[in-house]
């Protein structure tokens, strides 16, 4: 690596580690894949930009091991074989060698040990020997096709071929016109082949971005570097010799003769081909803005307090403006939202790898899909998904999906099915874990519960077959009988459903017996913003978010007799529905004046209850921030936000105050 810190090193780190992502991902497919598919192509072109990037900001290790993947890459292509196993098992080790050394660079950007080049040399000599043994076939040149005057000449395979990377300044501010002259150059002394990103793909963009090109000439290194000299804003020129056997994706028309390529020509730029203007943000200046967003919807909301004190002659006015800056700050902080939003691809990327890696350990033949790998979540859920989903996943292949010989005795086909589905359903996104395995055992969930003293047999031999798979979220509980490297712990589905609670969402289980099982994860948009209904409970306001509120509406207790009433019910839209006191709930003295008592009716995962409350206070949008230890460790707390007056308030958690009233009541009949 370069003695001190390259000026392009933090954008290669940003784009190297998003090229490392996908091509765990594209190896995978490599498998099924036949040779010379688009998915070759992918891969080849991503280890291209991994060793020119590298060359270019002076990182070796880097080079190296693109380079020697690159070829074996090139090779089998070449040779019209389905990969083997162990091909692709040393592609992927090479893929993990270029994530440790991309680590290693972010971890400390001056050190290159003689230990990290000699623990590659050996993964080099095996790529190197890996490539050398992939058999190629002599390729005879056939007559050429039918003259069209369209297509561009051939190019004589016979030509060496040369990768050129080089970069533009930070400083450049038209890199389109740049690149085109650099184009315009090698022209002169050979035939461009390949050019990646295309000056036509920067014609939007600004200075500092990195460039490949791969071109067939007779001249010599020196005489193509030569040719970059005069050019402004051109900068780390890097020339090379390709890997033989480098073949770019040949441009639309005319097949050409087998071994033949076709040059790069030049198309003009039009509006429509140029890609819309981007720039990259670190996630941590979002956040940041997204702050100075909801402070300021903070500020507006205590403005709005304010101004209920003015005179009647200026209030109306400064009620209409503050409520059009109101407006214009919650289209702003919708906006910040909208840039933090990530595609779900983001999760499923590196999840091809984990299933194949994880199949071949239990010996299982495992097809993974993912669809709606463009539905866009908040960046927060996109990180706080990533445990969850994979243990899911993990879950699906070592407990739900069978080896390929139960599969075949059972009429299945022998290569399990793993979908990954996702989906917007208007506030909310839902994503499902789908297996055609095993399924779920009732029964034997049933033991385990009762066998662990989690529930007693008399209340098991009670519960439906739907009640039964819920048990599988119980703390502790594995239907495994001992513990393995991959389950058996008792730490699992539960660990996963607090996960997407904490999150606000909620997770459902459906199973068949010998077809397969189905979990779903509801997930909110964004855990940020949320709509409130504010109550008041012993002097004490709280929030409860109005997504799950059915209806408000108000009972006379003392009239029945259900003064310092702990639990009973009530009759909601013709139904009973049970109803509890916040207040007793949570230990604080009621307030409320004799009469009528207001109730607001809950919705939650299909449970329709109420509670007392001491007054309706109104509604509120709030921007809610989460809770710290250890707040964050009471059940029936959601999250805070602040009020217009400054006032912090609590925003509760249905799901939690249910589960927290359900067992008080329990407590109570069992003394």
């Known amino acids: ?178 690149a085109l002259i650099v184009q315009r150059k090698l022209k002169a002394v050979g035939t461009l082949l390949e050019m990646e990103p295309s000056p036509q793909q920067l014609m939007q963009k600004k200075g500092g971005v990195q460039v490949s090109a791969l071109l067939a000439t007779d001249h010599s290194i020196e005489d193509v570097r030569a040719a970059f000299n005069g050019i402004p804003e051109v900068e780390s020129v890097e020339v090379q010799v390709a890997p033989v056997a480098s073949m770019p994706a040949i441009p639309e028309g005319p097949t050409p003769p087998p071994g033949q390529l076709r040059p790069v020509t030049e198309t003009s730029v039009s509006e429509d081909m140029r890609p819309e203007a981007t720039i990259r943000v670190r996630a941590q200046a979002l956040d940041q803005l997204l702050d100075q967003a909801a402070e300021v919807l903070h500020g507006i909301a205590r403005l709005r307090e304010a101004a209920r004190k003015l005179p009647e002659a200026v209030a109306p006015a400064f009620e209409a403006e503050v409520d059009r800056l109101r407006r214009t700050a919650r289209d702003l902080h919708g906006r910040v939202m909208n840039a933090r939003l990530t595609p779900f ?193 012993g002097g004490e306001m709280y929030g409860l978010p109005m997504a799950r509120v059915v209806v408000t509406t108000e009972y006379d207790l003392s009239a029945r007799g259900g003064e310092g009433f702990e639990a009973r019910s009530l009759a909601v839209m013709g139904q009973l529905v049970r109803a509890y006191s916040l207040a007793k709930l949570f230990g604080l003295p009621s307030l409320a004046p004799p009469g009528p008592r207001p109730f607001a009716v809950l919705e939650v995962d299909g449970l329709t209850f109420a509670l007392s409350v001491d007054r309706l206070v109104g509604q509120e949008e709030a921007v809610l921030k989460p809770l710290f230890p250890p707040l964050d460790r009471i059940k029936g707390l959601a999250g805070t936000t602040v009020l217009g007056n400054g006032r912090p308030l609590l925003v509760l958690d249905p799901r939690g105050v249910h589960e927290l009233a359900e067992t008080a009541a329990r407590l109570k009949g069992a003394a």
Not at 5 to 18: C, D, N
Not at 149 to 169: E, K, M, N, Q
């Open 1 to 178: 690596m370069a003695e001190g810190p390259h000026k392009f090193l933090p954008l290669f780190i940003t784009e190297a580690g998003e090229q490392l992502q996908q091509l765990g991902a594209e190896l995978v497919k490599l498998e099924q894949e036949p040779a010379g598919g688009p998915v070759w192509d992918a891969v080849f072109r991503r280890l291209h930009s991994l060793k020119g990037g590298a060359a270019t900001v002076g990182i070796k290790p880097i080079v190296e091991i693109a380079h020697e993947a690159e070829a074996l890459v090139s090779r089998l292509k070449a040779s019209g074989a389905r990969p083997e196993r162990a091909q692709i098992d040393l592609l992927l080790q090479a893929s993990d060698a270029l994530t440790a050394q991309l680590v290693r660079v972010v971890d400390d950007l001056a050190r290159a040990s003689k230990e990290e080049h000699t623990g590659n040399s050996a993964l080099l000599a095996r790529l190197a020997e890996a490539s050398k043994a992939v058999v190629v076939p002599d390729v005879t040149p056939t007559p050429a096709p039918v003259k069209q005057p369209a297509a561009p000449p051939p190019v004589d395979p016979s030509l060496p071929r040369l990768d050129i990377f080089f970069s533009l300044s930070k400083t450049c501010q038209a890199p389109g016109a740049r």
């Open 345 to 537: 691809s983001a999760l499923t990327e590196r999840l091809p790898r984990s299933v194949r890696d994880l199949a071949h350990r239990l010996g299982k033949e495992v097809d993974l899909e993912v669809q709606g790998a463009e539905v866009e979540l908040d960046r927060t859920l996109i990180d706080a998904l990533g445990d969850p989903l994979t243990h899911l996943v993990r879950n699906a292949i070592d407990h739900g999906l069978e080896s390929a010989q139960t599969r075949i005795a059972a009429g299945k086909p022998k290569r399990g099915k793993l979908l990954l589905a996702a989906r917007r359903e208007r506030d909310k996104v839902l994503v499902d874990v789908i297996d055609d395995g095993a399924g779920f055992d009732a029964a034997r969930l049933r033991d385990r519960a009762v066998g662990m003293g989690a529930i007693s047999a008399e209340r098991a031999a009670e519960l439906n077959e739907h009640q039964s798979f819920e048990l599988a979220f119980l703390p502790g509980l594995s239907t495994r009988p001992e513990a393995t490297e991959v389950s058996g712990r008792g730490v699992g589905l539960d660990a996963v459903k607090s996960a997407i609670e904490a999150l606000g969402g909620k997770l459902s289980l459906r199973s068949t017996p010998g077809k397969g099982t189905q979990f779903t994860l509801e997930l909110p948009l964004s855990v940020s913003m949320a709509n409130l209904l504010l109550v008041q409970v």
